[in-house]
T-cell receptor
Framework: NAGVTQTPKFRILKIGQSMTLQCTQDMNHNYMYWYRQDPGMGLKLIYYSVGAGITDKGEVPNGYNVSRSTTEDFPLRLELAAPSQTSVYFC????????????FGQGTRLTVV | DQQVKQNSPSLSVQEGRISILNCDYTNSMFDYFLWYKKYPAEGPTFLISISSIKDKNEDGRFTVFLNKSAKHLSLHIVPSQPGDSAVYFCAARSQAAGNKLTFGGGTRVLVKP
């Protein structure tokens, strides 16, 4: 049982480059989320999805895009990478009624230079 | 405006003693509160939660207390063990807002043998 899987684990991008962070879950969860964690800080919500075809902005969506074509996958797209996007990115998923307890992936550490 | 705050960035405790982690929130619409534990280079893992209609929830060595009137919750770990050394995040969610979790900044706990 893989849970939530994120790829890649590490990536270095140059300013202005683009990339897609992949996230897939095998628990048939409706809800999926992308968070970022800056050093010494809590997690901030970037985007979330309550089901295939439905996405919405979180607290810090600027510079990112998402899509949700299937229940399993929720990729995060960075266009025109900036140093401010250097962070650790976490994908998570949950059922609607489990008290909000989400399962997290292991994270992607992204550095923009 | 931080809706969930953990005012103590770090905590050091002797093995076998009690660890008390605190969390304050401002949004009265939160209906579930959760604690997550995070080790370096891993994603957060769910620890324990409490519904807003309860004031206490216990799971083994972990107990969460909720004081709604004070908008305050705490996590007690008794007895503390060296394996408990990690960063602990308080989180809150409003089901009306799509199960999105709002996180505090985290408290780093060090349990000394």
């Amino acid at each position: 049982n893989a849970g939530v899987t994120q790829t890649p684990k590490f990536r270095i991008l140059k300013i202005g480059q683009s990339m897609t962070l992949q996230c897939t879950q095998d628990m048939n969860h409706n809800y999926m989320y992308w968070y970022r964690q800056d050093p010494g800080m809590g997690l901030k919500l970037i985007y979330y999805s309550v089901g295939a075809g439905i996405t919405d902005k979180g607290e810090v969506p600027n510079g990112y895009n998402v899509s949700r074509s299937t229940t399993e996958d929720f990729p995060l797209r960075l266009e025109l990478a900036a140093p401010s996007q250097t962070s650790v990115y976490f994908c998570a998923s949950s059922y609607p009624g489990t008290g909000g307890s989400a399962f997290f992936g292991q994270g992607t550490r992204l550095t923009v230079v | 405006d931080q809706q969930v705050k953990q005012n103590s960035p770090s905590l050091s405790v002797q093995e076998g003693r009690i660890s008390i982690l605190n969390c304050d929130y401002t949004n009265s619409m939160f209906d579930y509160f959760l604690w997550y534990k995070k080790y370096p280079a891993e994603g957060p893992t769910f620890l324990i939660s409490i519904s807003s209609i309860k004031d206490k929830n216990e799971d083994g060595r972990f107990t969460v207390f909720l004081n709604k009137s004070a908008k305050h919750l705490s996590l007690h770990i008794v007895p503390s063990q060296p394996g408990d050394s990690a960063v602990y995040f308080c989180a809150a969610r409003s089901q009306a807002a799509g199960n999105k979790l709002t996180f505090g900044g985290g408290t780093r706990v060090l349990v000394k043998p």
